[in-house]
């Protein structure tokens, strides 16, 4: 199973999606962007209380609900986000002190992983440059849809260093930028507890569908 | 450090203002400027002329922030972050416009140029019978 484990929707500030237009553009570039699902992750925010079974149904791709949070050591995406997560932290606050995000998410039955961790100033890797790193940390996203040159590449050499497993996330705040980078499993993945148990155990890997530029011929 | 406030602070109307009836020709003008042909935006005689949907961002308080803004941000340099807008009932002529200012919200993010504060200021925009005309939402970025 292939899914988008990084985007967000109208909720999130920065964003004008509707979820229902990221479903449209699957179903009309499904030979391209292969997905069977999507995960939100919406910033410094989680709504238990949103629904995606109709548009599940209508569409046929899996919806399910996440969160990205900022925390001292960059920005992390929580999975299974449950009432007891929420009440141990308040996701509006930017400072979440890393080490006990990745501690009581996983005691709660979540998994949080850093997203975009070669990017400057909320990325790991910047972090680890001058703090020590981080215990618990299973996976983190290995390819980012928002990535500039070089970021990824980054990443590539800390999960080497540390055995981190990869995920991928397209970072999509726009319609059109949905399913170019995910994540493959495979396991069936129906729930968001599926997911944890695939992400707490690393198996897991990131895909990427976006065009990859071919060098140019040399002249003769 | 982060930003300390009251919240209570944030809904509170700190503005008000009330135009003068809006014309016929203040609604074709906007609509034939942005190159509208539908009758109902640019015919004066329509008996349906309403403004163009776009015509509500005309409307804006006297003043921009309030007393309240918290002190740190008042000295600080600001960026235009965006707009988000709303549209309610259509405008009409003889419509008297309200625009009530309040601060909707402040929130801090993080990216990759390091920690920023936002805050949006909401224009609430009534007609002369309390039908909303439409809200915008306007957005400041605040570098750290």
Redesign the interface.
């Known amino acids: 199973m292939i899914l988008d484990l990084h985007l967000h929707s109208d909720r999130s500030?920065d964003s004008r999606a509707p979820v229902e237009s990221y479903l449209k553009l699957l179903q009309r570039k499904r030979d391209e962007r292969p997905l069977d699902g999507i995960v939100l992750t919406e910033?410094?925010q989680f709504d238990p209380s949103r629904d995606f079974r109709d548009l599940e149904d209508r569409y046929g791709i899996r919806v399910l609900n996440a969160a990205e949070v900022?925390t001292d050591y960059g920005?992390m995406l929580v999975f299974g986000v449950n009432a007891d997560i929420l009440a141990r932290f308040d996701f509006?606050?930017?400072?979440l002190p890393a080490q006990e995000v990745v501690d009581a998410v996983w005691r709660l039955g979540g998994v949080a992983v850093p997203c975009h961790p070669g990017?400057?100033?909320?990325g790991l890797c910047a972090h680890y440059e001058t703090k020590p790193p981080l215990a618990g940390v299973v996976a983190v996203e290995a390819l980012n849809g928002g990535s500039r040159k070089g970021e990824d590449e980054r990443v590539a050499a800390m999960m080497a260093a540390h055995g981190y497993a990869g995920v991928g996330g397209s970072d999509a705040h726009l319609v059109s930028f949905i399913g170019t980078v995910a994540t493959a499993f495979d396991a069936d993945i129906r729930d968001m507890d599926d997911l944890v148990r695939e992400l707490r155990a690393g198996r897991c890997r990131p895909v990427d569908f976006r065009p990859q530029r071919t060098p140019a011929a040399s002249p003769a | 450090m982060?930003l300390e406030f009251d919240r209570a602070i944030l809904g509170q109307e700190f503005d008000r203002v009330e135009g003068d009836p809006v014309t016929v020709d203040e609604l074709v003008a906007f609509a034939r400027a942005l190159g509208e042909t539908e009758p109902c935006y640019v015919d004066p005689a329509h008996p349906e002329l309403v403004a163009h949907p776009t015509f509500v961002v005309r409307y804006r308080g006297r003043k921009f922030l309030p007393d309240t803004l918290p002190d740190p941000l008042k000295t600080r340099m600001s960026f235009d972050a965006g707009k988000d807008i709303e549209f309610g009932v259509p405008i009409r002529a003889g419509d008297r416009i309200s625009v009530t200012s309040s601060l909707h919200d402040i929130?801090?993010?993080?990216?990759?140029?390091?920690?920023m504060t936002?805050v949006v200021v909401r224009f609430t925009i009534r007609n002369q019978d309390g039908a909303l005309v439409g809200t915008i939402d306007n957005?400041m970025l605040y570098k750290r």
């Open positions: 500030d910033h410094r900022e920005h509006a606050d930017v400072r990017r400057t100033n909320v | 982060p929130y801090e993010k993080t990216g990759r140029s390091g920690s936002f957005r």
